[in-house]
């Protein structure tokens, strides 16, 4: 038994499973662990009086249990019988079962013929059986697969339960999501924006300049397609380094990988790799505002407009947002789940009242609109969103209505130093009536929207 005859033959090879069985047919030791284990069970008030002996004569049949490759097997015990609890029990059943990693389960009954339960004759077959049915067989904790998704983005990939993730905003509006497992293999994954729009090798070029490796050339260079996209991995054996670099929807992702040089190790990285999709999430562009929208959001952006305000006269561009679509009547105005306004001042009309106005500055014009002593005074919060965009947060009832209004205002300067700001707020009536899911899709934009 100590070089498992029974199970590989002498070139290591592993036997089918009825060749393992037969192999097991004179091995006893199987079944007599079974009652000895029995005997000592607290639950087994009364001893099995006679052990099975030599004299077994197994029958064999293939089967399925619950989808995993079974072969049930029973045998006569011809003298003596095994007398448990008054019964007589004449037959051993068992099952044979194997399992993903090789090895084999083995359950075992002691067959008698029929019992009696509230009257009625039960056979014990029946009960077996049924115990049988509940039998749930899950894979090992290595082979299971856990989902993991890039909210901003939608990149969305598979990786080994064995695996642990964590997400880490860095500076520069890039995103860092780690992979480790507990035989010291790590995975970096870096997300940065593309405003720019520059060629993969551009970016890649880039990168080993910040790095310092742009005088080393790699052990290995290939191009190669990932979730559909032109990619380039590379492999330097000195380092101990892979490297993986593609563009998708505005966004570059690096993959380093500190490999240990295993294959089993390489072939998790390769699966991750192919596992890669990007769920729904698209980008929408609001001059230089961005966030990630679902392809079923309804967006409308308006015509540019101008607007004086307290003398003051701005350029004005809107977007209505809505989760689910609706109607677009002519001639009405459209009520959105979320609105971003975008206001820039008359640079000219600044410089000739030589006036400097900044973010604070534009939020006491925007609130003060009808405004008088009577009315609360509005909570107003600073934080800093997931893109690392500083926002205020304005609460407070709505001058006119006495709605309450919940606004987000943020600041960015265009591509001429014209300074830009920005007003999202959800729909006043419903976020008055504290609608839940409507703050929470609020929440979901405000929290991702970044500046390119």
């Keep these: 038994m100590k070089n498992k005859v029974w199970k590989y033959d002498n070139q290591g090879n592993e036997r089918s499973l009825d060749e393992q069985l037969v192999r097991r047919e004179n091995d006893l030791k199987i079944a007599k662990a079974h009652v000895d284990w029995y005997n000592k069970h607290p ?122 993730v964590a997400e880490q905003p860095m500076n520069g509006g890039i995103d860092l999501i780690s992979l480790n497992n507990n035989d010291g293999v790590k995975i970096d994954i870096y997300i940065s924006d593309n405003p720019d729009g520059k060629t993969l090798d551009e970016l890649v070029n880039e990168f080993d300049v910040e790095q310092g490796e742009a005088s080393i050339p790699p052990s290995e260079y290939r191009k190669s397609i990932i979730a559909g996209e032109s990619a380039i991995r590379r492999r330097d054996n000195i380092s101990g380094k892979e490297k993986v670099f593609f ?34 999430a698209s980008v929408y562009n609001f001059g230089k505002v961005s966030f990630p929208y679902e392809k079923s959001w309804q967006i409308e952006e308006s015509q540019r407009s101008n607007e004086n305000i307290n003398t003051l006269d701005f350029h004005i561009n809107s977007l209505c947002i809505n989760k689910e679509p609706k109607p677009i009547v002519s001639g009405t105005e459209m009520v959105c789940d979320v609105t971003i306004v975008d206001y820039s001042p008359s640079y000219f009309q600044l410089k ?97 929207v970044k500046v390119n």
């Design 247 to 280: 563009v998708h929807n505005g966004g570059f992702f690096e993959f380093i990988k500190f490999f240990n040089n295993t294959k089993k190790e390489q072939n998790e990285f390769e699966d991750i790799l192919q596992s890669i999709t990007f769920k729904g």
């Design 352 to 448: 000739e009242q030589k006036a400097i106005l900044d973010l604070n500055q534009f939020i006491e014009l925007m609130s003060s609109q009808g405004r008088d002593e009577t009315m609360a005074t509005p909570i107003i919060n600073n934080f800093v969103n997931d893109k690392n965009i500083s926002i205020i947060k304005w609460v407070g009832p709505h001058p006119l209505s006495g709605e309450l209004i919940e606004s987000y205002f943020f600041q960015y300067s265009d591509q001429t130093s014209q300074l830009h700001f920005v007003h999202l707020f959800g729909d006043p009536v419903r976020i008055s009536a504290n609608n839940v899911l409507l703050k929470s899709f609020v929440n979901e934009i405000i929290n991702s």
């Design 43 to 164: 639950l087994s008030s009364n001893e099995i009086k006679n052990n099975i002996t030599s004299n077994l004569i197994f029958q064999t049949k293939k089967t399925q249990l619950n989808n995993k490759e079974a072969i049930e097997f029973t045998t006569d015990v011809s003298s003596p019988e095994m007398v448990w609890g008054g019964e007589v029990y004449n037959k051993l059943r068992g099952v044979l079962i194997k399992m993903n990693d090789g090895r084999g389960l083995v359950v075992i009954h002691y067959q008698g013929t029929t019992f009696q339960k509230n009257g009625d004759f039960i056979s014990d077959n029946k009960i077996f059986n049924q115990i049988l049915s509940t039998f749930k067989f899950v894979d090992s904790p290595e082979s299971l697969l856990y989902g993991y998704t890039h909210k901003a983005t939608g990149f969305s990939f598979n990786y080994p339960s064995v695996y642990k």
